[in-house]
């Protein structure tokens, strides 16, 4: 049976209807109001006169009402999961330019699409010089994640480090770890883009640490890992903490020019073709 989806504001029931059927067609709004099933309780009026009209059984009407619950439950707590996630762009897998970005695998971002590598608290690193793609991806698997349920954050490095700066000062050092460690997806951008204060890598460290194994991290970088230890300041917190993110990682390099360069080129020959079509008017 095809599920179908009627709501109404009214509390009406179908008519003819004997006074003992109101009663216990207002007994059961009761119900529904008192286990806050608030979607099917407003469905109720109509799934009832369709059932009625339509001959549906018992059961397939039962099925029906909770149904309208169920895909209310389900988009409130995706509309809850998105809130959370702070997604910086509306970037998605399948808009990715795979053309601009000859190099990436495309059955390796499909397969990380599914989500997969959550399972195995697998990391992902995102590495290339700017513009290539690598927020996108990012932003990307993250989405992914939170419409297959996974609870997940997005921030930057710079970000996750004055916060973390913030929580120490305050005395909520614990509090804010807690906070990196719960999401089954933390994805931390535009690390190695600026400078970090000196206290950057301890934090990063932490937060890592506490998730390895746990979790799954996705970063990306425009640096190379060799250079993690210049980003951080600190040579032996920046090996220990590629020590862990790499024991189980997915590593993804990205090349090429940045498509924003490449749009800016774009718009500009448009501009002068579009200049050099433009025919001066008659004397």
């Not at 994640?145 to 050092?173: F, M, N, P, Q, S």
């Not at 400078?195 to 890598?201: F, G, I, Q, S």
Request: contains cysteine; charged residues 20%.
């Amino acid at each position: 049976m095809t599920r179908t989806k009627t709501t109404t504001t009214t509390n009406a029931v179908p008519e003819p209807a004997t006074q003992a059927e109101i009663s216990v067609y207002q007994q059961l709004r009761h119900h529904l109001a008192v286990l806050k099933l608030h979607a099917a309780a407003e469905a109720l009026p109509g799934m009832l006169e369709r059932a009625q009209g339509e001959g549906w059984s018992m059961t397939s009407t039962l099925e029906q009402l909770l149904a309208v619950e169920v895909e209310e439950n389900q988009a409130r707590r995706l509309a809850g999961r998105l809130r959370f996630a702070s997604l910086p762009t509306p970037a998605t897998l399948d808009g990715f330019d795979y053309d601009a970005a000859p190099g990436v695998d495309r059955q390796l971002i499909a397969e990380l699409g599914t989500c997969g590598y959550l399972e195995s608290a697998t990391n992902v690193l995102l590495m290339g010089p700017p513009g290539t793609g690598k927020t996108h991806l990012a932003v990307g698997l993250a989405r992914a994640a939170v419409h297959a349920g996974y609870r997940t954050y997005v921030t930057t490095a710079a970000d996750l480090a004055a916060r973390c700066h913030k929580a120490a000062i305050e005395g909520r050092w614990a509090t804010c770890m807690r906070f990196y460690a719960g999401p089954t997806l933390l994805v931390i951008d535009e690390l190695g883009y600026l400078p970090l204060p000196a206290e950057a890598a301890s934090a990063l460290f932490q937060v890592v640490a506490q998730r390895y194994l746990k979790t799954s991290i996705v970063i990306t970088t425009n640096r190379s890992v060799s250079e993690w230890g210049e980003v951080l300041g600190d040579t032996t917190v920046a090996a220990a903490m590629l020590d862990r993110l790499l024991h189980r990682s997915v590593v993804l390099k990205l090349d090429g020019d940045s498509y924003r360069l490449r749009d800016h080129h774009a718009r500009s020959e448009n501009h002068r073709t579009a200049a050099g079509t433009i025919r001066r008017p008659l004397q």
